[in-house]
């Protein structure tokens, strides 16, 4: 099929790779523009799917907008017979999800109509949810209220985010390569949008861990947080980054340390960490951080 390919992070890099493995003919991809980054911000950053896209010598687009006529128009000429979007970043306009013979399908990484919007993996987890997913969805003006093509579910166990998001990236690319072998034989079926729930964009001020509630809910706000933006406590003033911890045993005053190897008092029973990273150091396991950390039982973090 002749395709255009929307988006730009690491999540959608395997779809856009499976596309081309697929012997589709991808004929453009839209991205963000170059962002900032780099040593001190000094350097323009491209996305990861515009990488990948020049690597495999696929012309790449990156306006701002798609609401003017003029680039609406140089869409539409591309004559393409169905356009992929994964984790793009802007919102299509009619026009743009009209033009395609086929329209516009979307990966999603949520099991529609759960976690629509910005943040789905990371809300899934913080949720406590046992099973999440992805879903291929057909594109409508709304924000991920189209009808659903196909699904693939994935337990959640202890996953992090980022591992999360790397194991429904790749899930989700093969995903769509199989909707797209016979889309005539597909039945689309309409979201409960009743029972829809959103997944608000991630605030960095959600990020501080609350050690008054119960340990449970500790472990899914680390790991629903890991590796980005990153849960955090403050010890001896200094901001400690947590990117995975577990269930312990014990119970104390919320935030004390209960002992020699960190375990951690919770508004309900303990938690442990598992992987730390102290502001300005790289990222380690436990037993490392306390050999160059003294945090004794009986400490209070915050």
């Known amino acids: ?51 990948l896209a020049e690597r495999l010598g696929i012309e790449v687009r990156h306006p701002t907008l798609l609401k ?19 984790a793009y970043g802007l919102i299509l306009p009619q026009a743009i999800l009209d033009a395609p013979k086929h ?13 629509r919007g910005a943040a789905p993996i990371h ?23 189209g009808p659903m093509l196909a699904t693939v579910r994935t337990p959640v166990e202890d996953k992090t985010t980022g591992e999360l998001t790397e194991e429904l990236a790749e899930l989700g690319a093969q995903l769509m390569v199989g909707t797209l072998i016979d889309l005539d034989a597909l039945h689309p079926v309409e979201q409960d949008h009743e029972a829809a729930t959103y997944a608000k964009k991630i605030d960095k001020a959600e990020a501080r861990i609350d050690w008054s509630r119960p ?19 403050e010890m001896d003033g200094v901001r400690v980054k947590l990117l995975r911890a577990e269930l312990a045993e014990g119970s104390g005053e919320p935030g004390t340390v209960l002992d020699d190897d960190l375990a951690i008092a919770c508004g309900e029973g303990a938690i442990r960490p598992v992987r730390l990273q102290r502001a300005g150091k790289p990222a380690m396991e436990r037993g490392e951080f306390l050999r160059g950390n003294t945090i004794g039982k009986g400490a209070s973090l915050s």
């Open 215 to 233: 340990a449970q809910d500790v472990v899914r706000h680390v790991h629903g947080l890991s590796p980005f933006p990153g849960a955090w406590f």
């Open 103 to 115: 329209g516009c399908l979307n990966v999603h990484a949520s099991l529609l109509p759960d976690w």
């Open 123 to 145: 809300r899934s987890i913080m949720a406590g949810d046992e099973v999440t997913g992805v879903t291929i969805m057909q594109m409508e003006a709304g924000l991920d209220t």
């Open 1 to 51: 099929m002749r395709i255009i390919f929307m988006g730009s992070p690491e999540f959608a890099v395997p779809t856009l790779q499976a596309l081309v493995d697929a012997a589709h003919e991808v004929v453009c991809v839209y991205t963000q523009p170059p962002r900032p980054g780099g040593r001190r911000g000094k350097e323009l950053t491209k996305t990861a799917v515009h990488q």
């Open 68 to 86: 003017s006529a003029e680039e609406q128009e140089k869409f539409a000429a591309l004559e393409a017979d169905i356009g992929v979007v994964a």
